[in-house]
């Protein structure tokens, strides 16, 4: 089991840039695809970015693509979150997750993909 703990949220102003980290213990890192998913008050928990386990491979929410990058160091049991030109509308609370997919190169989407969530980090962006 793999216990993970985001870092890096805060207020920020639109068209600024925040890197989260989530730093993963237990189990190493290389073992788990990893996902940022991102729930905002009073909608569902929407998908934002994933890496394979390999590392060769990611996919973008299509509201985050090409302003936000995934990224991981699976010596340091780390996975990074780069948002760059943040908007209003990223404002939400970021999770880390963890999915124990087989594959090597795989990208899972899905929410009941992933197998392990961190608490979550806040992230306000101010118009």
């Known amino acids: 089991q793999v216990q993970l703990v985001e870092s890096g949220g805060g207020l920020v102003q639109a068209g600024g840039s925040l890197r989260l980290s989530c730093v993963a213990s237990?189990?190493?890192?290389?073992?788990?695809?990893m996902g940022w998913f991102r729930q905002a008050p009073g909608k569902e928990r929407e998908f934002v970015a994933a890496?394979?386990?390999?590392?060769?491979?990611?996919v973008y929410g299509d509201s985050v693509k090409g302003r936000f990058t995934i990224s991981r160091d699976n010596a340091k049991n780390t996975v990074f979150l780069q948002m760059n030109v943040l908007k209003p509308e990223d404002t939400a609370v970021y999770y880390c997750?963890?999915?124990?997919?087989?594959?090597?190169?795989?990208?899972?989407?899905?929410?009941?993909?992933?197998?392990?969530w961190g608490q979550g980090t806040q992230v306000t962006v101010s118009s």
């Open positions: 997750a963890a999915s124990e997919i087989s594959s090597s190169t795989y990208t899972p989407r899905g929410v009941r993909t992933y197998d392990y």
């Open positions: 237990g189990r190493t890192l290389s073992s788990y695809a």
């Open positions: 890496i394979a386990r390999g590392g060769g491979g990611t």
